[in-house]
């Protein structure tokens, strides 16, 4: 009797000490984030992108980065988790985010006025673990400046933060300034094939990895088939950008109230027709 | 009607120990003006020790103790002091009634929720030892029996049950009946309660009157004084006045806690979470500055309340020390509480309310929000921002029992074909066209960049009833080297302008 007592009693302490293990331990639900795009998440070493790291996507303007962002956060919502956009630029357009899969209500949008807070406000976000991905869009800063540069020290406090927190930090970041991510994958925008993905700089390996990200996988909404700016130009006559009718110049007052709906200055019809019929009735 | 009564011995000592943890152990007294004079009101267990007395003039108390010190006795602040008590208690007891100085009677009926009377004593004590009292409590069917048994009695806790009142007074010394009528029973020589109860009905109203006969009755279990709870105040505020201004954080620090504790008490006891939060403080010599505590997600617990309040004030600058402060519940909602799962950390929230309150404080609060869709079609405005308040989490094991996931808001088709990065004003651009109206190329950026394909357009034309019309033809175009742009022609002037990028 007294032996399985003893054997309950350690077992139960074996669960207590686990349990301890598991709350003092950093938040790690998710090993990795994995985006949903699945040729995306074939090309990272892990599976997927890497929780507790900095990882940089460093490409044009209109690379494809944002979208791969918000991907990943889109996927970060759907385990009820909370993630930040520090929005340097001020660019991020939520309506598409929410089309992407974004919770609005679980994404918090920091607009720094200037670029110095850009990286500190990262930093609190990051080392707060109270969000499962925060992306730090350095593209350009506050006041239309070009790509921020982080300098190391920030590098380096941001990887701490994120090491710490147990966050995704997301880098996105401009040609002309790339960042100091632990992995770095460049995007760039094929004409008709998608998404280019090239892994740059990772420590997991897989450098020189690459992969075609498919339209279809960013915008699954599309027609089949079709892709917005991949496909062939059609004839010349039906690309023709129409000759869109301007609107006149404002006129003088007897003709209606300026810059307002074009109907207005039509001439009223006449009302003498009907007058006559209704007085022909009585 | 079973009763609880939850005594405090020396309940202004308590507080003031509570709200000065450094008065601990120390020598002191709670001093009020009698006549013109400085008497004790309460002394603490070190001055009683040192042979101060209640009633003693402070002159002769300092006299006895040279490291005394003295604070004003505040009856309306003890009575506050009761009724957050009498609060923080609402969710075991629905209705408290005050018997001051020291004490609240409490309704007992609900003890079947909390594993009996026995278990609802316990977790009364244990309420209130969190917050740092120490108490007594008796559940009896009388009000006379709780509070006497309560007050001159000596276990901590203690359950009457229904007709055995008079046995669990009869060895409570006279001076538990606290009236003019003891001093009368003294003087027939009788010591304890047992003995007045002992003594015939008719005999002691004929020689006491109604008074006499109404002792007489409470000695043997036969109060009927009707139990009155207390009314609830609307607004929930607490308040406190120091002792001396605060010209730093750290004594502030102590009056923060006292009156969060209380508040966050209150808050628990009707089931409700503060959402918005002033904290007013009142500046030495006069003036006073308002804190606003606005919380990302409800809470009402004090520690985090504390933690975020701390932080904010180490940005505040103040023009002068602090003399007191005020803290008042704008908004608040129900308290749904927090579900963690293993492995949760109980201060994931306070994190997230702290690094909020951090970054609000160095951004400023519109550069923190997050988005609702609008109901427009002029795409830059098809968006609003509001105060961020995500939703609280629920995890836990797949089930019936478990609340599915609000379903999310759809969004509207036409949404999905937007970018995903919006300038937040129209850049024009530079195009070149065939004679045929075909566009080519355009200059972005000071480089000139080849169309590769395009699509549209998708026009869009509204608020003709307003200032500001529009009418544009938008196009996604990829542009070499760059990627897809959304681009549209203003029927206004006919010029091409650079709107957002599908990155």
């Excluded at chain 2, 009683?48 to 009856?75: D, I």
């Excluded at chain 2, 009377?117 to 006379?144: D, I, M, T």
């Excluded at chain 2, 029973?185 to 109203?205: D, K, N, Y």
């Excluded at chain 2, 509001?386 to 094991?397: A, D, N, S, W, Y």
Aim: charged share 25%; with cysteine; aromatic share 6%.
């Amino acid at each position: 009797m007294s032996a399985t007592a003893e054997k309950v009693s350690v077992t139960v302490e074996a669960l207590k000490e686990q349990i301890r293990r598991l709350q003092a331990a950093p938040r790690k639900y998710l090993a990795a984030l994995r985006t949903g795009v699945e040729a995306f998440d074939e090309l990272l070493p892990g599976g997927g992108l890497p929780l507790g790291q900095v990882v940089e996507l460093w490409g044009e303007a209109a690379s494809g980065r944002t979208s791969l962002a918000l991907r990943a956060m889109a996927s970060a919502h759907r385990e009820g988790r909370l993630c930040a956009y520090v929005d340097g630029p001020g660019e991020l357009y939520p309506p598409a985010a929410m089309a992407a899969g974004v919770d609005p209500a679980r994404l918090l949008i920091v607009r720094p006025k200037t670029a110095e807070q850009l990286a500190w406000s990262a930093v609190q976000l990051v080392r707060s673990g109270a969000f499962a991905c925060v992306v730090l869009d350095l593209t350009r800063g506050p006041k239309g400046a070009s790509g921020v540069r982080l300098s190391p020290a920030e590098g380096k406090r941001l990887m701490d933060a994120a090491v710490r927190g147990g966050s995704l930090l997301l880098l996105l970041t401009a040609p002309e300034a790339p960042g100091d991510g632990m992995m770095r994958l460049r995007t760039e925008a094929r004409d008709d094939e998608g998404l280019s993905v090239e892994v740059v700089r990772s420590r997991q390996g897989g450098i020189g990895a690459r992969t075609l990200v498919p339209w279809k996988a960013l915008y699954p909404e599309l027609e089949g088939g079709e892709t917005p700016w991949g496909a062939e130009l059609p004839p010349a006559e039906e690309v023709t950008v129409p000759e869109l009718p301007r609107e006149r110049p404002p006129s003088e007052g007897h003709r209606g109230i300026p810059w307002q709906r074009p109907g207005r200055d039509a001439p009223m019809p006449s009302l003498r027709a009907s007058l006559d019929a209704g007085s022909a009735l009585h | 009607m079973r009763l609880g009564f939850l005594h405090f011995s020396r309940f202004p000592v308590q507080r003031k120990v509570i709200e000065l943890p450094e008065l601990a152990g120390k020598p002191f007294v709670l001093v009020e003006e009698v006549r013109g004079q400085q008497r004790v009101a309460c002394a603490s267990t070190s001055a009683l020790k040192a042979g101060v007395k209640q009633g003693m003039t402070v002159t002769a108390a300092t006299a006895l103790e040279p490291a005394l010190r003295h604070f004003p006795y505040r009856p309306e602040e003890e009575r506050r002091a009761l009724v957050g008590i009498g609060e923080m208690l609402m969710g075991l007891a629905p209705g408290f009634q005050l018997s001051e100085p020291d004490g609240l009677w409490f309704d007992a009926s609900a003890a079947h929720l909390a594993k009996g009377e026995e278990g609802l004593c316990a977790k009364v004590l244990a309420q209130c030892s969190e917050l740092g009292w120490r108490g007594r409590v008796v559940v009896a069917s009388e009000k006379f029996t709780a509070r006497a048994l309560a007050r001159h009695g000596a276990p901590r806790m203690s359950v009457v049950p229904e007709g055995e009142s008079a046995r669990a007074l009869a060895p409570l010394p006279l001076s538990a009946l606290e009236g003019p009528e003891q001093t009368a029973f003294a003087a027939l020589g009788l010591m304890t309660l047992g003995e007045v109860a002992g003594l015939p009905v008719g005999a002691v109203t004929a020689r006491g009157g109604a008074a006499g006969m109404r002792a007489h009755a409470r000695c043997r279990g036969g109060d009927e004084t009707p139990f009155i709870a207390e009314v609830l105040e609307e607004v929930l505020e607490e308040q406190l006045t120091l002792e001396w201004p605060a010209e730093s954080l750290e004594p502030l620090q102590f009056a923060l806690k006292t009156v969060l504790d209380r508040l966050c008490g209150r808050l628990g006891g009707r089931k409700r979470a503060a959402v918005r939060m002033n904290l007013t403080l009142k500046l030495d010599p006069s003036g006073q500055a308002v804190v606003p505590l606005t919380l990302a997600r409800p809470t009402a617990q004090a520690k985090m309340l504390l933690e975020l309040t701390r932080h904010r004030l180490s940005d505040v600058r103040l023009e002068g020390p602090v003399a007191g402060l005020i803290l008042r519940v704008e908004e608040d909602c129900e308290d749904r509480g927090q579900q963690l799962s293993l492995g949760d950390a109980p201060e994931g929230d306070a994190a997230l309310e702290v690094v909020l309150s951090r970054l609000a404080t160095a951004l400023g609060e519109d550069a923190l929000f997050m988005a609702a869709l609008e109901d427009t079609h002029r795409p830059e405005e098809a968006y609003e921002t509001k105060t961020f308040r995500p939703p609280p989490m629920r995890r836990g094991l797949e089930g019936e029992l478990l609340q599915p996931v609000e379903a999310a808001e759809p969004v509207p088709e036409v949404m999905r074909e937007r970018p995903s990065r919006m300038l937040g004003t129209p850049a024009t651009i530079d195009v070149e066209m065939t004679a045929s109206g075909e566009l080519l190329a355009a200059r972005l950026g000071g480089r000139r960049r080849r169309v590769m394909a395009l699509v549209g357009p998708e026009r869009l034309s509204g608020d003709w009833w307003d200032a500001r019309p529009y009418s544009r033809d938008y196009y996604r175009v990829h542009f070499e080297g760059l990627g897809p742009a959304w681009v549209f022609r203003d029927a206004r002037d006919g010029r091409f302008y650079l709107q957002g990028l599908f990155d």
